[in-house]
């Protein structure tokens, strides 16, 4: 299986701040369709996952332009230009090119 | 709008079975594929299924393999999760998603509890 490793696994940020989250996959995330199949999702208290981002650096519909996303490969980096109180929350990473799909083991983010 | 409304969640004895259902709204749910997502208490999401829009092919991890079964009848716009054999181990929230097969999974249902336990 493809193992997606997520550094910090937590992050407290003075709202305003940026924050940064790497993802890294055990193998290239590249499908044979030219794509790259890397998602983020943000799990806020007590609620389901959300999608943020999907193919690497697209932000889904209604997602703050706060939020973007880079990488290829095995890397990638999720950012948050400037932290605010309603991003407070576990963000995943998740590969959909190698059955089965995984996800990373989440990021925390808390405000200061 | 796009709702996943969940049901069939509970207790159950280890050994036991459960089915949980997913009935969808606000898109036309026989042209997406569908998927399974489960948490464990305090813990990180784990695939578990995928079904395509027929329901004629199925995905597992192999940690569910032989136990757990997806499926959807789209007359009923309903998706279930057929778990038997249950562990402890299976104890967890259960999500359905959508996949929007250009977005990846795009929505989920709000989750339902399912704890194995005697």
């Known amino acids: 299986d493809i193992v997606m490793t997520q550094t910090p696994l937590s992050l407290s940020v003075t709202p305003g701040q940026p924050a940064s989250i790497s993802c890294k996959s055990s193998?290239?995330?590249?499908?044979?369709?030219?794509?790259?199949?890397l998602d983020w999702f943000l799990q806020k208290p007590g609620q389901s996952p959300q999608l943020l981002i999907y193919?690497?650096?697209r932000r889904f519909s209604g997602v703050p332009d706060r939020f973007s996303a880079s990488g290829s490969g095995t890397d990638f980096t999720l950012k948050i230009s400037r932290v605010e109180a309603e991003d407070v929350g576990v963000y995943y990473c998740?590969?959909?090119?190698?059955?089965?799909?995984?996800f990373g083991q989440g990021t925390k983010v808390e405000i200061k | 709008e796009v709702q996943l409304v969940q049901s069939g969640g509970g207790l159950v004895q280890p050994g036991g079975s459960l089915r949980l259902s997913c009935v969808a709204s606000?898109?036309?749910?026989?042209?997406?594929?569908m998927h399974w997502v489960r948490q464990a208490p305090g813990k990180g999401l784990v695939w578990v299924a995928r079904?395509?829009?027929?329901?004629?092919?199925?995905n597992y991890p192999d940690s569910v393999k032989g136990r757990i079964t997806i499926s959807r009848d789209n007359a009923k716009n309903t998706l279930y999760l057929q778990m038997n054999s249950l562990r402890a181990e299976d104890t967890a929230v259960y999500y359905c998603?959508?996949?929007?097969?250009?977005?990846?999974?795009?929505?989920w249902g709000q989750g339902t509890l399912v704890s194995v336990s005697s």
């Open positions: 193998r290239s995330l590249l499908h044979s369709d030219g794509k790259t199949y």
């Open positions: 193919e690497v650096s």
């Open positions: 998740m590969q959909g090119v190698h059955l089965p799909w995984t």
């Open positions: 998603a959508r996949d929007s097969g250009s977005y990846g999974i795009d929505y």
């Open positions: 606000g898109f036309t749910f026989s042209s997406y594929w």
């Open positions: 079904v395509n829009t027929d329901g004629s092919g199925t």
